[in-house]
């Protein structure tokens, strides 16, 4: 059975940092890129960031650009996020996701591109 599972969440006043973490099981994901999600209560789920493949690129929504970075460990099926400067608006329930698609673009910022989906950790950031 294939999981994803995130960890890392928690309470942090604005400024802080967080670190998220992705621990993948039941498969390889060494050639699936692997982003991050994240979902405010009332809102859309939207795109954070991703990285390919090999770790070698990556893309980032505009709103967290600067501030978040996402990295792999492939030997270790994990993805991760940092995230510096946290702002209330980062206030959201964060999903990691697994697709197969091997170059990055506007395709990687979709949702519906990824195929696995972890069920999230909640980030809140308090002003």
């Known amino acids: 059975q294939v999981r994803l599972v995130e960890s890392g969440g928690g309470l942090v006043q604005a400024g802080g940092s967080l670190r998220l973490s992705c621990a993948a099981s039941?498969?390889?994901?060494?050639?699936?890129?692997m982003g991050w999600f994240r979902r405010a209560p009332g809102k859309e789920r939207e795109f954070v960031a991703v990285i390919n493949w090999s770790g070698t690129s990556t893309l980032y929504a505009d709103s967290v650009k600067g501030r978040f970075a996402i990295s792999r460990d492939n030997a270790k099926n994990t993805v991760s996020l940092q995230m510096n400067s946290l702002k209330p608006e980062d206030t959201a329930r964060y999903y990691c996701a697994a697709s197969p698609l091997l170059i990055l673009g506007t395709r990687t910022t979709h949702s519906n591109e990824y195929q696995y989906w972890g069920q999230g950790t909640q980030v809140t950031v308090s002003s």
């Open positions: 039941g498969r390889t994901f060494s050639n699936w890129a």
